[in-house]
T-cell receptor, first 113, second 113 residues
Framework: GESVGLHLPTLSVQEGDNSIINCAYSNSASDYFIWYKQESGKGPQFIIDIRSNMDKRQGQRVTVLLNKTVKHLSLQIAATQPGDSAVYFCAEKRETSYDKVIFGPGTSLSVIP | KAGVTQTPRYLIKTRGQQVTLSCSPISGHRSVSWYQQTPGQGLQFLFEYFSETQRNKGNFPGRFSGRQFSNSRSEMNVSTLELGDSALYLC????????????FGSGTRLTVV
């Protein structure tokens, strides 16, 4: 089915290090991308978004990079904390007759204390 | 303000039965989307509603249906349940049909036996 692919299903990072979560998308017509974080037992939580006319956007401890040439998206988390342990999803909004948001399969981030 | 409320949180049904799940969006939000989440398929788009109209529908059989009421509350229905329908059903709300930074509820965990 439709999906936005991820390079790694799991990622382990030492507390205090920076984390980089990658995402590859296939639809060059997608014009808006979002990162979500899902903790156990909860629904996904919006982290940060970026439009296709931007290459980089920064939030609090997070940065999203968009490379449209290779259709690649990444989420960088600075000074990773135990509370960052979760599954991270990238999602893309596709320009169809009616817009819809498609989620990637997710990357599980584990922070080692 | 209150978040997205989904009821019930947990549900066990028998094959062949039908089920109705409810979602109350954030006050003032008029767009509601539904997703099915399973370990094997990840987050799969079901439908999107805005102002009581279905704007988009994912690739699911006709057994899956939904509706939205004038107060923006939404319900989804699954008829003739199959074992494969066991999943976490997530509802997400946004301000309008052009807002994609969704706020998700905690979901309804449906188990079909």
């Amino acid at each position: 089915g439709e999906s936005v692919g991820l390079h790694l299903p799991t990622l382990s990072v030492q507390e205090g290090d920076n984390s980089i979560i990658n995402c590859a998308y296939s639809n060059s017509a997608s014009d808006y991308f979002i990162w979500y974080k899902q903790e156990s037992g909860k629904g996904p939580q919006f982290i940060i978004d970026i439009r296709s006319n931007m290459d980089k956007r920064q939030g609090q401890r997070v940065t999203v990079l968009l490379n449209k040439t290779v259709k690649h998206l990444s989420l960088q988390i600075a000074a990773t904390q135990p509370g960052d342990s979760a599954v991270y999803f990238c999602a893309e909004k596709r320009e169809t007759s009616y817009d819809k948001v498609i989620f990637g399969p997710g990357t599980s981030l584990s922070v080692i204390p | 303000k209150a978040g997205v409320t989904q009821t019930p949180r947990y549900l066990i049904k028998t094959r062949g039965q039908q089920v109705t799940l409810s979602c109350s969006p954030i006050s003032g939000h008029r767009s509601v989307s539904w997703y099915q989440q399973t370990p094997g398929q990840g987050l799969q788009f079901l439908f999107e509603y805005f102002s009581e109209t279905q704007r988009n529908k994912g690739n699911f059989p006709g057994r899956f249906s939904g509706r939205q009421f004038s107060n923006s509350r939404s319900e989804m229905n699954v008829s003739t349940l199959e074992l494969g329908d066991s999943a976490l059903y997530l509802c997400a709300s946004s301000l309008n049909e052009e807002s994609y930074g969704y706020t998700f509820g905690s979901g309804t965990r449906l188990t079909v036996v």
